[in-house]
């Protein structure tokens, strides 16, 4: 990015040089707003929504951040995002924004897949690629939120397993395309207490939601905590995490 960028960009001349910067989509809510709120300890945070106001929110909890709003649906507004940003230099980038759609094959229309697709995968793809000098100017690390489902694809669950075994193939190839320029991390979690599982068990017809029997999105912060604190000659391939009530 030149430097005509940065000069236009009012949150790019406020960040701390002393801090590493963590680009994380889906920082509004869940796994990404915790992973954002215990990277903020000692990063700069881009905070990741689809909404200004939201995300502003946010932005205005942690000590040191600013939004990055785009919907990663639109790969326009992704590639605006990234200009307006104006990074030189990116530490973290952190994807966790998804969706889950639910239903058999004979359920899905064409538009569901579109959509999740372009959401879990597309967006990804183009967010990394666009990012991709700023990581390897940082020596950078990125880290994808995947699922139990990017391994096993169960009854009603086809579509969203398919973006996340495709998320596992696109991370598995950047991880040997970047060996020794940018660490890439997959996370596996199950059942994590989110806005999403809400919505996945409703789906399935369980209206007594409990939280307390899954991950809580803070665990699965201390997961990604763990894949950046590696010594550099050091990489997490990838990690699962499990509710230890199953
Ligand atoms: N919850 C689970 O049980 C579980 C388990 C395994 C893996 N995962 C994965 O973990 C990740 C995070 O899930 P979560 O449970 O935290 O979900 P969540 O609570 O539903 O939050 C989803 C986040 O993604 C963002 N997002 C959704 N659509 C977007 C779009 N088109 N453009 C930009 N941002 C978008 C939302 O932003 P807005 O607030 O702006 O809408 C929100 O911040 C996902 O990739 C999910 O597949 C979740």
Same mark, same amino acid.
């Given at each position: 990015?030149?430097?005509?960028?940065?000069? %236009?960009?009012?949150?790019?001349?406020?960040?701390?040089?002393? @801090?590493?910067?963590?680009? #994380?989509?889906?920082?509004?809510?869940?796994?990404?707003?915790?992973?954002?709120?215990?990277?903020?300890?000692?990063?700069? #945070?881009?905070?990741?929504?689809?909404d200004?106001?939201?995300?502003?929110?946010?932005?205005?909890?942690?000590?040191?951040?600013?939004? !990055?709003?785009?919907?990663?649906?639109?790969?326009?507004?992704?590639?605006?995002?990234?200009?307006?940003?104006?990074?030189?230099?990116?530490?973290?980038?952190?994807?966790?924004? %998804? *969706?889950a759609?639910? /239903?058999?094959?004979?359920?899905?229309?064409?538009?569901?897949?579109?959509?999740? !697709?372009? *959401?879990?995968? !597309?967006?990804?793809?183009?967010?990394?690629?666009?990012?991709?000098?700023?990581?390897?100017?940082?020596?950078?690390?990125?880290?994808?939120?995947?699922?139990?489902?990017?391994y096993?694809?169960? +009854?009603? /669950? /086809?579509?969203?397993?398919?973006?996340? !075994?495709?998320? @596992?193939?696109?991370?598995?190839?950047?991880?040997?395309?970047?060996?020794?320029?940018?660490?890439?991390?997959? #996370?596996?979690?199950?059942? *994590?207490?989110?806005?999403?599982? *809400?919505?996945?068990q409703?789906?399935?017809? +369980?209206?007594?939601?409990? %939280?307390? @029997?899954?991950?809580?999105?803070?665990?699965?912060?201390?997961?990604?905590?763990?894949?950046?604190?590696?010594?550099?000659?050091?990489?997490?391939?990838?990690?699962? #995490? @499990?509710?230890v009530? /199953?």
């Amino acid at each position: 990015m030149s430097p005509e960028t940065y000069a %236009g960009n009012d949150d790019a001349a406020q960040r701390d040089p002393n @801090r590493p910067i963590a680009l #994380i989509t889906g920082a509004t809510r869940g796994i990404g707003r915790a992973i954002a709120e215990d990277l903020s300890a000692d990063h700069h #945070i881009l905070v990741g929504g689809t909404d200004a106001a939201r995300t502003a929110a946010v932005v205005a909890e942690l000590p040191s951040a600013e939004p !990055f709003v785009a919907d990663l649906q639109d790969l326009g507004a992704v590639v605006t995002a990234v200009t307006e940003a104006g990074l030189d230099s990116l530490d973290v980038l952190v994807h966790s924004a %998804g *969706v889950a759609a639910t /239903g058999t094959l004979e359920q899905t229309p064409a538009q569901e897949w579109q959509r999740s !697709f372009a *959401v879990n995968v !597309f967006a990804v793809a183009e967010l990394t690629r666009l990012l991709l000098p700023a990581l390897r100017t940082a020596k950078g690390q990125v880290i994808a939120i995947n699922s139990g489902s990017g391994y096993v694809s169960r +009854n009603g /669950g /086809g579509l969203y397993s398919a973006t996340k !075994f495709a998320l @596992r193939a696109l991370t598995d190839a950047l991880r040997e395309e970047e060996r020794g320029t940018v660490r890439v991390t997959s #996370i596996h979690p199950g059942r *994590v207490d989110t806005d999403m599982q *809400v919505q996945l068990q409703s789906a399935m017809g +369980n209206e007594d939601y409990d %939280g307390s @029997r899954y991950v809580a999105a803070e665990s699965v912060a201390v997961t990604v905590r763990t894949a950046l604190s590696m010594p550099a000659e050091a990489m997490v391939d990838e990690l699962a #995490i @499990r509710p230890v009530r /199953g």
